[in-house]
Nanobody, 128 residues
Framework: QVQLVESGGGLVQAGDSLRVSCAAS????????MGWFRQAPGKEREFVAA????????RYADSVKGRFTISRDNAKNTVYLQMNSLKPEDTAVYYC?????????????????????WGQGTQVTVSS
């Protein structure tokens, strides 16, 4: 199975940019659809972005569309989330997740229940 480790979180000001990374080990990342989710204090975990195995298809939550970009480098076994124009409401723990469902072909899922493997999360705090 794959192990996932997020990094790159931190404290930034509103309007700043930040890139978080998710490094995979144990198995080749190209076998997995990948997603980013986030959870703010007192709130449920929510979908942020997802990417297909090859990186050719991406999906975004409406709240981050146009500001966040998900990408992957399968040669480096790493997935990235570039976050621009950050807002205080983006403050949360950000998790990457992997889905190896054999029946999924084109689009990555936006449902957290479809993801089998999760990282430990990285805190992103945006001050106003």
């Amino acid at each position: 199975q794959v192990q996932l480790v997020e990094s790159g979180g931190g404290l930034v000001q509103a309007g700043d940019s930040l890139r978080v990374s998710c490094a995979a080990s144990g198995r080749t990342l190209s076998n997995y659809f990948m997603g980013w989710f986030r959870q703010a204090p007192g709130k449920e975990r929510e979908f942020v972005a997802a990417i297909s195995r090859s990186g050719g298809r991406t999906r975004y939550a409406d709240s981050v569309k146009g500001r966040f970009t998900i990408s992957r480098d399968n040669a480096k076994n790493t997935v990235y989330l570039q976050m621009n124009s950050l807002k205080p409401e983006d403050t949360a723990v950000y998790y990457c997740a992997a889905d190896d469902s054999p029946q999924r072909v084109v689009l990555a899922s936006i449902n957290s229940k479809d993801y089998n493997y999760w990282g430990q999360g990285t805190q992103v705090t945006v001050s106003s």
